[in-house]
């Protein structure tokens, strides 16, 4: 019997899946315990490197094959132990207890073979700094996510000069400052699994190499690296310019002020995410939204610029990660990359297009207007006679209220007592018609079609009363034969169970998710969070393989009673029932459901959803009763 905590399980497959570089095919590995001299070891490989975990163990040695899928089943927040054996060659178990509560698991044992071998350990370790393992991490991030022409997806680990590298054709950091016990230079995989707290809370770090492999451990974790022996590498240092024209030293408060401002600054919405680096008058960073015209500029007051006044657009997160590296020496050199340099950091990125460049509020200020052509103010004069003008005709106002004065000449007096529409109508000579004036209300006019439309309209809902009522009785007869089946299955059941001398236990129908998927249904492979970053909370087995809580039997009979006497209260009721008659009934059938047994109380609940059902049959036939009679 091999045991391990649920905490370390959920920590595992955590980084197990971070231990793959880009999107990854195929079935989940296979997860290894292993007993020997009493170590335990828990490990699995992927396409691109190993992740083991080590801790000291009680037991005579012995090796367990678990699929990745189990640990899943079993993984919790906290430390209680999980108890991991074999009961048949084929057959494996899990038990642990979740809040007091026993729990287990069986899995499909899998064969072990050579592959299944732990790679050998390197021969001596070597302590690096707890910043060689954010290297890796900031590196990876910086990789390309697919190959190209140069291997842009591998890290490059420079034992000679002690450096790590990482760049996407567009970007590179380069971090150094470390002492490696090799001298040559090796290309790893950009894996996301060194972002993780298991990684970043160890202070003891160390490195070695064995068997094609660069190890990294820390901690109880370790994780093995394959080298790429037939990838090609740019040289990314030495593109890194030696001098360069203008020279921006960044200020501690301003970078810090400018962290934060960088996300709301204009155009945060476009593909490039641009913003413009002036050192004309001080230096600045500037950003318009070209859609809407917004223009916002942040001025670096404590921060001092040497050389020629420049203005170059950059990538936004280009400049935030730099400022998170506390990279605050800009070097810009004209047709050369940018270059943001910290201690032991330098972060490079390739300038935006000009076009990019996001000009001064006073230059645009200064541009030259549109001249529009000034208007005479004396009045045009055409040749021969002037037309007649038209006299203006006012609109006569649909109210009464106020009245005009008799004498205005504009207005027209309305005799009381009639009633008219705007516009007034015309006679054949083109005058206006008499005014109807306001008061007495028209004759009804016959409506187009009205007594034809009635008859359609009582003819469709007389037919949707015979539906509804052939519907009524359809109901009635299927929940008659449904209920009539499930009795007689369930009287069955219970005869032979009686006859055998045995009770039979309720099979639970839950689903099994497959053993080789490599990822749950709820943190895919195929997500779209950031795998760089590190924001997974405790997560609880799923529903599927757990085995949950019994419920008080108690209780349960007293629920499923209660709710019994009111659906067939409520259906009598629904009968037009007297209401003494319906609590009559419903206290009754209550009653038999908390003083009888298990049996009555089945009886009872199948008695109330009956009900149900007969009450909403019953509602359909009131409904089909109502059409009718309309």
């Given at each position: ?287 318009q939204d070209e859609a809407t015209g917004r223009f ?277 009721l629904l009968r037009r029932g007297t209401l003494l ?50």
């Open positions: 019997m091999i045991v391990w905590s649920r905490g370390s399980a959920r920590a595992f497959r955590a980084l197990a899946r971070k231990c793959v570089a880009g999107r990854p095919r195929g079935p989940a590995p296979v997860v290894v315990f292993e007993v020997r001299a009493g170590t335990l070891t828990v490990w699995t490989r992927t396409a691109d490197a190993g992740l083991a975990y080590t801790a000291p163990t009680d037991g005579t040695d012995r090796r367990l094959l678990v699929p990745m899928a189990t640990l899943a089943d079993v993984e919790g927040g906290g430390d209680e132990p999980v108890e991991w054996g074999v009961e048949t060659p084929l057959t494996g178990t899990a038990r642990w207890a979740d809040r007091g509560v026993p729990r287990t698991t069986s899995f499909d044992a899998v064969r072990p073979d050579k592959s299944h071998r732990l790679p050998g350990l390197p021969d001596e370790w070597h302590p690096v700094p707890d910043g060689f393992v954010s290297a890796l991490h900031e590196c990876g991030r910086t990789a390309a996510t697919e190959p190209a022409r140069f291997a842009l997806n591998r890290v490059q680990v420079r034992g000679a000069t002690g450096q790590v590298i990482g760049t996407d054709g567009r970007s590179a950091l380069v971090c150094g400052g470390f002492t490696l016990p090799f001298r040559d230079d090796v290309l790893i995989p950009a894996v996301p699994v060194f972002g993780a707290r298991e990684w970043t809370a160890e202070p003891d770090v160390r490195v070695g190499r064995a068997g094609g492999h660069l190890v990294v451990a820390a901690g109880p974790w370790r994780v093995f690296l394959s080298i790429d022996t037939a990838g090609r590498y740019p040289d990314v240092a030495g593109l890194v310019p030696k001098t360069a024209t203008t020279t921006i030293e960044i200020a501690d408060g301003d970078a810090a002020a400018l962290a934060v401002q960088l996300a709301s600054l204009p155009g945060a919405e476009t593909d490039d995410r641009s913003v413009t680096l002036d050192t004309g008058g001080g230096v600045a960073v500037r950003a916002e500029e942040v001025r670096l007051a404590r921060s001092t610029a040497a050389g020629p006044p420049i203005q170059v657009a950059i990538d936004r997160r280009i400049l935030a990660r730099a400022l998170t590296f506390g990279c605050g020496t800009v070097r810009v050199t004209p047709g050369k990359p940018v270059v943001f340099a910290g201690a032991d950091r330098a972060l490079m990125c390739v300038a935006l297009d000009p076009a990019h460049v996001v000009e001064p509020a006073d230059t645009a200020a200064l541009t030259t207007p549109i001249e529009r052509p000034r208007r005479s103010d004396m009045k045009h004069e055409t040749n021969g006679p002037r037309r007649p003008t038209r006299p203006t005709r006012r609109l006569i106002r649909p109210t009464r209220w106020p009245r005009p004065r008799a004498s205005a000449r504009l207005w027209r007096r309305r005799p009381v007592g009639r009633v008219g529409w705007w516009p007034p109508t015309r006679g054949r000579s083109g005058e206006e018609g008499p005014d109807p004036g306001v008061g007495r209300a028209p004759a009804t006019q016959p409506r187009a079609g009205g007594t034809a439309v009635t008859g359609v309209l009582r003819t469709q809902l007389t037919t949707l009363a015979a539906t509804i009522a052939d519907l009524k009785e359809r109901v009635r007869v299927a929940v008659a034969g449904e209920l009539a089946r499930a009795v007689s299955a369930a009287v069955q059941q219970v005869v032979q169970a009686v006859a055998a001398g045995r009770t039979t236990e309720p099979v639970s129908e839950s689903r099994r998710r497959p053993a080789d998927r490599w990822a749950d249904d709820e943190d895919d492979w195929d997500r779209t969070r950031d795998p760089w970053a590190d924001d997974r909370e405790p997560r609880e087995p799923t529903a599927a393989r757990r085995e949950h809580r019994p419920a008080d039997p108690v209780a349960v009979g007293l629920t499923t009673a209660v709710a019994a006497g009111i659906f067939v209260a409520r259906w009598w008659a319906a609590a009559g009934l419903g206290l009754g059938v209550g009653l038999l459901g908390v003083v009888g047994g298990p049996a009555a109380r089945t009886a009872v609940a199948v008695l109330a959803a009956a009900a149900d059902v007969l009450g909403a049959t019953d509602a359909l036939g009131a409904g089909a009763a109502h059409l009718e009679d309309g």
